[in-house]
């Protein structure tokens, strides 16, 4: 489906923008959540309840739950990649490191979707863009290695990082290979096959974690943050996120992420006081730089 307004700033672009400021809060809300329960406890309720809401969402609108069979294993495998594996590796990648160094890393993500659309040969990488990918990859480095106050890279203090980085990685893999089934279905209907799907793989893995929570032990916080985080970060944000892909493409659609660790420092500050270091700051800028000259070089 072609863009729905050109270049013009439209009703995908303020979705995404109100999409991103959920996200920011939503990693420290993760964060408070994740005191009180395990992060497979967390994340298995968490998907579960978001499972039953798209289920209820897509009865509701009447549009049904069938598929064609060439459909149908192509949105199971990104079903289980978005929804299982990334899952997982973001839940214990934000549980091992700041809520401020999770929202950088993820911002990254239009760096991997230009280079996995010019593996694919989808398009073409020009020598801005190269360069952008260039730059965003060193200020990445920088907020990783100064994470705490000195340029080393540690196993313990690279775990989370890493994850993080690896479920960025993935996520925009998903992001990339979903267009061609968002011209044949809504979001709504491809967010609840896949999220169904993921949850199908994710929740006998955790079960033994959700099983163990004692719901009258878990605060009003934290169960407040998990009810956000299924409701708005995943059921609306995804609704949004795909929305827009569909109308706009991949590459519009995953700028919008650079305004993510914007909205999580300020939130990670307010709600956890998280402070970036003068030296992380920096990396975070460059960061930016970086992905800001890959747009620019994509544009061109």
Request: net charge positive; aromatic share 10%; glycine share 12%.
């Amino acid at each position: 489906m072609p863009p729905a307004n050109g270049g013009r700033f439209g009703l995908s672009d303020l979705l995404m923008i109100a999409t991103t400021v959920v996200w920011g809060v939503n990693v420290s809300l993760i964060k408070i959540s994740l005191r009180e329960m395990t992060p497979n406890a967390f994340n298995g309720w968490r998907l579960l309840l978001t499972g039953v809401l798209f289920v209820i969402l897509l009865a509701a609108s009447g549009e049904g739950f069938r598929v064609s069979r060439r459909d149908l294993v192509g949105l199971a495998l990104l079903g289980i990649a978005g929804n299982t594996i990334y899952q997982a590796i973001f839940i214990h990648g934000i549980h091992a490191t700041t809520a401020a160094n999770t929202s950088l890393i993820l911002s990254t993500s239009p760096i991997f979707v230009a280079l996995i659309g010019a593996v694919l040969r989808i398009e073409r990488i020009p020598p801005v863009a190269w360069a952008g990918i260039v730059v965003s990859f060193a200020g990445l480095y920088l907020v990783i290695a100064l994470r705490n106050g000195g340029l080393r890279l540690s196993a313990a203090g690279l775990g989370g990082d890493a994850l993080i980085l690896l479920g960025t990685v993935l996520w925009a893999a998903c992001t990339v290979f979903a267009k061609p089934y968002l011209g044949r279905m809504s979001p709504l209907k491809y967010s609840t096959l896949t999220v169904g799907i993921g949850v199908l793989g994710y929740v006998p893995l955790a079960w033994r974690d959700m099983a163990a929570v004692r719901f009258a032990d878990v605060s009003l916080p934290a169960w407040g943050g998990l009810v956000f985080s299924a409701v708005f970060a995943l059921v609306v944000g995804y609704i949004a996120w795909y929305y827009s892909v569909q109308r706009v493409g991949n590459a519009r659609t995953a700028v919008y992420n650079n305004l993510t660790p914007i909205f999580a420092a300020a939130f990670a500050a307010m709600i956890l006081g998280e402070r970036l270091r003068p030296a992380q700051a920096a990396g975070a800028a460059v960061v930016l730089l970086g992905v800001g000259l890959t747009r620019a070089g994509r544009r061109a």
